[in-house]
């Protein structure tokens, strides 16, 4: 959403109406609704963000953001930041953006990006069939393909983890092609 992503080129992070100052923003003492706390836990404003900004622009603003969401939840699993699915949002996001979150040359913080993806990985891995049904169980599955096929060490499970996401996505998209919450905005999710 280029809306969005001018937004936190503004140094404001902004969903569904709802706006936060990058600058103000305690993650660890959250004041923002479940919506917001999911945008910003499942790390979709790396794409909105990429959306509009230049790689020199968009690297200080990510790194800013992924500092302080590390610095608030990379040690402790809590929720929502560990929930399942949103684990599963930002392996894909993380990876898909890394040239914004891992361009530093601090080597303790590429580290410990790549080491809370690796923890991130380990947890889903084990949780992500108990998510609930539908778009987080997908989401969440995904997640751990993915992390099967990025981090060392996934082939050997690749087919059980291929398996699994078959059986969730027969599990969660009925034969028409509707989505077992029948809500339209599962259904775009």
């Known amino acids: 959403d280029a809306r969005r992503g001018n937004a936190l080129l503004d140094g404001r992070l902004s969903f569904r109406g709802e706006s936060r100052s990058i600058a103000a923003l305690d993650l660890a003492k959250p004041d923002f609704s479940k919506a917001f706390a999911d945008y910003l836990h499942g790390f979709s404003w790396l794409r909105d963000l990429s959306t509009v900004a230049t790689r020199a622009q968009g690297i200080p603003i990510a790194e800013a953001l992924m500092r302080r969401w590390l610095d608030a939840h990379a040690d402790t699993v809590s929720e929502p930041a560990w929930r399942a699915d949103l684990w ?68 050997v499970r690749r087919s059980a983890t291929e398996a699994a996401l078959a059986k969730t996505l027969a599990a969660s998209i009925f034969e028409d092609g509707g989505n077992v919450a029948r809500a339209p905005a599962a259904q775009v999710d």
């Open 88 to 155: 599963g949002r930002r392996i894909l996001l993380w990876t898909a953006h890394a040239p914004l979150i891992l361009s530093s040359t601090d080597l303790v913080y590429r580290s410990r990006v790549l080491n809370t993806l690796a923890r991130g990985a380990r947890h889903i891995d084990r949780g992500a069939e108990k998510a609930a049904p539908g778009a987080p169980r997908v989401a969440a599955m995904c997640g751990v393909v993915a992390a099967g096929l990025l981090i060392p060490g996934g082939d």
